[in-house]
């Protein structure tokens, strides 16, 4: 898994803009809806639209400041470092603030997706879980984890 795409994200974006296939596999975790545009359509339609030329080009900075940031802690930072620096991105990027304070990471994963998004194994992903858990940062639940102490998770080394 490279990343993690929600609700009214673009896919193939890069491959429409190379006029090269896409390379990519898209997995869904729920059923959605979702409409295919062909390259030309999509590069007519950015050309008559600058607003969205600008909109696509900060998505795809976006995409590859996270995708830095993940080479960057593959080679400084721990298993655990990593997983808690991956936890806080997607829970600021997708998490959603709870009635009991808590915040809820806002997209379903699994030990073993978060090993793939870290570099790391699922063993050592679980590990770290349950050290975040026994320190009370995380409140983890069958494939969604709770994150309890937002702050704390970042400043875990």
Do not use: Y
Request: net charge positive; glycine share 6%.
């Amino acid at each position: 898994m490279l990343g993690i795409r929600v609700s009214g994200d673009v896919v193939g974006e890069l491959a429409a803009l190379r006029r090269v296939p896409r390379s990519a596999m898209v997995t869904t975790c729920s059923p959605m809806l979702v409409h295919a545009i062909r390259a030309q359509a999509f590069t007519d339609f950015l050309d008559r639209h600058p607003a969205a030329w600008n909109a696509l080009a900060r998505m795809i900075a976006d995409r590859l400041d996270w995708a830095n940031r993940r080479r960057t802690d593959f080679a400084q930072f721990s298993v655990p470092v990593r997983v808690a620096n991956v936890l806080v991105e997607i829970s600021g990027r997708h998490g959603v603030d709870r009635a009991d304070g808590k915040r809820d990471l806002g997209v379903d994963l699994t030990h073993e997706e978060i090993a793939n998004l870290v570099g790391a194994r699922k063993d050592a992903v679980f590990k770290a879980i349950r050290r975040f858990k026994d320190l009370e940062l995380i409140d983890p639940g069958h494939r969604r984890k709770l994150v309890i102490d937002p702050i704390g998770l970042a400043k875990f080394r």
